[in-house]
């Protein structure tokens, strides 16, 4: 192996497989060390260089220079011997190295890749270079792929695994709506127009809040497209998911109703020291305003920043009375303070005991102390009401439970014993714990006597 066929060797390994040069010079003169050290033994000084212009290896044994004739024999025994195993192994870790700062560069972004098998709900997904990994939980709800199905991923996390590297994609990623936008609306991919906030629930609806540099642009007209036909290429690669594009505006009081749109808005309150916002819509808009299971507001809440809540003006008075009220009980809290404070979106004991003393001092002009002590009562009320709150869940839990047991007997045994008179009067009986565990016994005799089964029933009924 003389010096042009190093270069020649070096060149080609480089290019073919992505890596430094350099990485390839230090994999052949690691392999000449090691065969230097096997055949001239372990504890003899070996040196090696190649020249990285001429390609030459010089060898330095007890530093003094190997002779040509015996580098000549040295360097024909590694070809056969362990260069190849040296090489592969430096060759395959610079490899992992390119691989894994290409692709670590492209977190967030996206890629387009082939499916290539379905295992237990994940997919994987060749993107060129490797097969990455599209596990379930990164998966569009509802989605179903097939082999050779040509998918658009965000890369999610990249990582080495062993002198392999693992890339793990993202379907339900918010970038993943904002690179699709990039790829179909130019204006956006020139950024004449910035989309500035998104916030998404993967599969069933996004809301996009888009801003333009250039006056004579709609930025909401350009990214819906004539007829909608730029929005609907996006809509259609999202699995048919629902996307809200919202102007943006500095100005919150703008951009909080229009990132609650459809729904109507009457006014727009502030409470910067919760980073609460209070919005207030007529009766008609309240549903609206809140959408299906409270996905409206908050995907709005996600977009602003801020926390949204959605009341009537009837609602907030009543809130109003109610908190002033309650902090009315508060030692050393005055009228005017309580006032202050539901004016500032304190309504509940919660909000007051995650105050800061320096703050409530600030704003009340009380004393350390007695700004510790409210601080304090607010504290141990929360966890009241939070006990309180618990403890009808639980019995809420628990008449339903009575109310399907009374029902299982009624079905069993053809008469209306339990709960037939309470949801006659229309009325549903409170359920204490042990009405509720009494009434469970007789519910696992049934099969044994039915005689014996209505008598326990009968006594349920009020708790059902």
């Given at each position: 192996?003389?010096?042009?066929?190093?270069?020649?060797?070096?060149?080609?390994?480089?290019?073919?497989?992505?890596?430094?040069p350099?990485?390839?010079?230090?994999?052949?003169?690691?392999?000449?060390?090691?065969?230097?050290?096997?055949?001239?033994?372990?504890?003899?000084?070996?040196?090696?260089?190649?020249?990285?212009?001429?390609?030459?290896?010089?060898?330095?044994?007890?530093?003094?220079?190997?002779?040509?004739?015996?580098l000549?024999?040295l360097?024909?025994?590694?070809?056969?011997?362990?260069?190849?195993?040296?090489?592969i192994?430096?060759?395959?870790?610079?490899?992992?190295?390119?691989?894994?700062?290409?692709?670590?560069?492209?977190?967030?972004?996206?890629?387009?890749?082939a499916?290539?098998r379905?295992?237990?709900?994940?997919?994987?997904?060749?993107?060129?270079?490797?097969?990455?990994?599209?596990?379930?939980s990164?998966?569009?709800?509802?989605?179903?792929?097939?082999?050779?199905?040509?998918?658009?991923?965000?890369?999610?996390?990249?990582?080495?695994?062993?002198?392999?590297?693992?890339?793990?994609?993202?379907?339900?990623?918010?970038?993943?709506?904002?690179?699709?936008?990039?790829?179909?609306?130019?204006?956006?991919?020139?950024?004449?127009?910035?989309?500035?906030?998104?916030?998404?629930?993967?599969?069933?609806?996004?809301?996009?809040?888009?801003?333009?540099?250039?006056?004579?642009?709609?930025?909401?007209?350009?990214?819906?497209?004539?007829?909608?036909?730029?929005?609907?290429?996006?809509?259609?690669?999202?699995?048919?998911?629902?996307i809200?594009?919202?102007r943006?505006n500095?100005?919150?009081?703008?951009?909080?109703?229009?990132?609650?749109?459809?729904?109507?808005?009457?006014?727009?309150?502030?409470?910067?020291?919760?980073?609460?916002?209070?919005?207030?819509?007529?009766?008609?808009?309240?549903?609206?305003?809140?959408?299906?299971?409270?996905?409206?507001?908050?995907?709005?809440?996600?977009?602003?920043?801020?926390?949204?809540?959605?009341?009537?003006?009837?609602?907030?008075?009543?809130?109003?009375?109610?908190?002033?009220?309650?902090?009315?009980?508060?030692?050393?809290?005055?009228?005017?303070?309580?006032?202050?404070?539901?004016?500032?979106?304190?309504?509940?004991?919660?909000?007051?005991?995650?105050?800061?003393?320096?703050?409530?001092?600030?704003?009340?002009?009380?004393?350390?102390?007695?700004?510790?002590?409210?601080?304090?009562?607010?504290?141990?009320?929360?966890?009241?009401?939070?006990?309180?709150?618990?403890?009808?869940?639980?019995?809420?839990?628990a008449?339903?439970?009575?109310?399907?047991?009374?029902a299982?007997?009624?079905?069993?045994?053809?008469?209306?014993?339990?709960?037939?008179?309470?949801?006659?009067?229309?009325?549903?009986?409170?359920?204490?714990?042990?009405?509720?565990?009494?009434?469970?016994?007789?519910?696992?005799?049934?099969?044994?006597?039915?005689?014996?089964?209505?008598?326990?029933?009968?006594?349920?009924?009020?708790?059902?």
């Open positions: 192996m003389n010096g042009p066929e190093v270069l020649r060797l070096v060149d080609t390994i480089s290019r073919d497989k992505n890596v430094d350099e990485i390839v010079f230090e994999g052949i003169e690691q392999a000449i060390l090691s065969a230097a050290k096997r055949h001239y033994g372990e504890d003899r000084d070996v040196t090696i260089n190649i020249n990285r212009g001429s390609g030459e290896p010089s060898v330095s044994l007890d530093r003094a220079p190997l002779p040509k004739d015996e000549g024999d360097l024909g025994r590694i070809a056969a011997q362990t260069a190849k195993q040296v090489m192994q430096k060759i395959r870790e610079a490899e992992r190295d390119a691989l894994f700062d290409e692709f670590n560069e492209m977190r967030s972004q996206m890629v387009t890749g499916i290539t379905v295992d237990q709900g994940a997919a994987s997904v060749n993107i060129g270079k490797i097969e990455a990994l599209l596990p379930k990164e998966q569009i709800p509802g989605e179903t792929y097939k082999v050779g199905e040509r998918i658009r991923c965000i890369v999610l996390e990249v990582r080495k695994s062993g002198t392999r590297i693992k890339v793990i994609l993202s379907r339900v990623h918010p970038e993943l709506v904002r690179r699709l936008f990039e790829v179909e609306i130019p204006e956006v991919a020139e950024r004449v127009i910035v989309v500035r906030s998104l916030a998404r629930e993967a599969g069933y609806r996004s809301k996009v809040a888009v801003s333009c540099s250039d006056n004579s642009v709609d930025a909401v007209g350009a990214c819906v497209g004539v007829r909608g036909s730029r929005i609907k290429t996006i809509v259609e690669e999202l699995g048919g998911e629902r809200d594009i919202v943006w500095d100005n919150l009081q703008v951009l909080i109703p229009n990132a609650l749109q459809p729904a109507e808005t009457e006014d727009v309150i502030l409470c910067p020291m919760l980073g609460r916002v209070i919005v207030l819509v007529r009766e008609d808009q309240l549903s609206l305003a809140i959408g299906k299971r409270g996905q409206n507001v908050r995907l709005g809440s996600k977009l602003v920043g801020w926390d949204i809540e959605v009341m009537t003006r009837e609602e907030l008075d009543e809130q109003l009375d109610r908190s002033v009220s309650a902090f009315s009980a508060v030692p050393h809290m005055t009228d005017e303070l309580a006032e202050t404070l539901v004016s500032q979106g304190f309504f509940s004991f919660a909000d007051l005991s995650v105050i800061e003393p320096d703050q409530f001092q600030e704003l009340s002009g009380l004393t350390d102390e007695q700004c510790e002590e409210i601080i304090e009562f607010a504290d141990r009320e929360s966890l009241r009401e939070e006990e309180e709150e618990d403890r009808r869940k639980s019995l809420e839990k008449a339903k439970q009575a109310e399907a047991q009374a299982a007997l009624d079905r069993m045994t053809g008469k209306p014993l339990g709960g037939g008179a309470a949801a006659a009067n229309g009325k549903t009986a409170e359920v204490e714990p042990s009405a509720s565990a009494a009434s469970a016994e007789p519910a696992a005799e049934v099969a044994t006597d039915t005689a014996a089964e209505a008598e326990p029933a009968a006594e349920a009924e009020p708790a059902s």
